[in-house]
Structures are given as C-alpha cells and as structure tokens.
C-alpha cells in the first residue's frame, strides 16, 4: 500500500539537501492548498499553491505534491539553505468558503 | 509594490480596554481577512471583508468586529480584553473574497494583554 508521509512538528535538514514537509488535510471539500513560510517576527510568507485538479506543481526549489486520496500535501525542497529556516504551513481552502485553515505548522532548521 | 502593511506593530494593554488594529491591503487587492495567531499555533481565522462587506466570520466572540473603508483598508476593534486575546494578529489581502487565490499576509501586530 502507499505510505503517507507523518507530520513532524520539527525537521532538521543538512545544508544542500532536500527537505520534504508533509500535511495531512481534512476537509474533503478543500479544493485548493498554500504553502507557506514564517520566520521569526513576520508574519506568513506566500511559498506555492495548487488546485485540486493538480497532482504537482513546480516553483523555484519547490515542489508541491497532492494526493487526494489520502489528503495529504508534501512540500519539497530542493538543496536547501540556511534562509530556509522557519516554520513552514499548510493551508487549505474550498471555492465555497472564504477563510484559510492552517495546519500545525513544521519548524525546518537548517544545519551549515 | 508595498505589500500589505498593518499597524501598530506592538500594542500593549490591559484587560477590559479596547483596541483598534488597522491594515492596509496590497494596491488593487479588494479583499481583506483578519487571523489570529497564538505562540506555536496556526492561524486562525477571524474575518473576512469583500467591498465593505462581511463575507465570512470564524469562531471568535462579538467582542471581535472588524469594518473595511472604501479604499479596501481595513480596522479590526477588540472590545473587554481578555489574557488570552494576546496574540499576533494578522492581516491577509487577496484580489477578491472568494474563488481560488492566495492570501497575502502582513507582519501583523503584536498584542499583549496585562
């Protein structure tokens, strides 16, 4: 069977590899998903996001992953950097609502 | 492009006072959403405003109003403050209130209650 990545409220990840932050929503009904990233004293910065209709979009280093089966999302990041530090969300939303739910939240450290 | 700016960044007050909270949303976006943010949680949702008008309201009680100006700015009123109304409080724009679009969102403002 297919495994689902947990949601670790922390990750440490050496400089220049790949980092993978797992969510796991839980409304069916959600039909769109951000990522984002808040670091310390600011507030939520706008990563990547995609529709439902979607399995995966690329950005720059980013990579989103949606299964919907299991409704989880991954966010991938690609050699990752010491400015990569922060807490990472995930949030959903569906067309007939107006708010973003957020997830716990996974606090990413950057070892050099 | 300025993005959405909020002010003040750090209030301070004490409980049973009121505050008023104020933000300005990203030029040409005409919606606006408030969330609270407790230490070590997620936002939550509080409001959100669509052309002056309230299109969503999450869990908070009626001590917690907001209004939105014909410029799109916005002002978000807690009224008997409480301990646990410290919190960061954020403000999102978008272009409008509903369909699939991202939030953008300020560096919010620090509250603390005494």
């Known amino acids: 069977g297919e495994s689902v990545g947990l949601h670790l409220p922390t990750l440490s990840v050496q400089e220049g590899d790949n980092s993978i932050i797992n969510c796991a929503y839980s409304?069916?009904?959600?039909?769109?998903f951000i990522w984002y990233k808040q670091e310390s004293g600011k507030g939520p910065q706008f990563i990547i996001d995609i529709r439902s209709n979607m399995d995966k979009r690329q950005g720059q280093r980013v990579t989103v992953l949606l299964n919907k089966t299991v409704k989880h999302l991954s966010l991938q990041i690609a050699a990752t950097q010491p400015g990569d530090s922060a807490v990472y969300f995930c949030?959903?939303?569906?067309?007939?609502?107006?708010?973003?739910?957020f997830g716990a939240g996974t606090t990413v450290t950057v070892r050099a | 492009d300025a993005g959405v700016t909020q002010s003040p960044t750090h209030l301070i007050k004490t409980r049973g006072q009121h505050v008023t909270l104020r933000c300005s949303p990203i030029s040409g976006h005409k919606s606006v959403s408030w969330y609270q943010q407790v230490l070590g949680q997620g936002p939550q949702f509080i409001f959100q405003y669509y052309e002056k008008e309230e299109r969503g309201r999450g869990n908070f009680p009626d001590r917690f109003s907001a209004r939105q100006f014909p410029n799109y700015s916005s002002e978000l009123n807690v009224n008997a403050l409480l301990l646990g109304d410290s919190a960061l409080y954020l403000c999102?724009?978008?272009?409008?209130?509903?369909?699939?679009?991202?939030?953008?969102f300020g560096d919010g403002t620090r509250l603390s209650i005494l």
């Open positions: 949030a959903e939303k569906s067309s007939n609502d107006y708010k973003l739910s």
């Open positions: 999102a724009s978008s272009w409008e209130g509903g369909g699939n679009q991202p939030q953008h």
């Open positions: 409304n069916s009904a959600s039909d769109y």
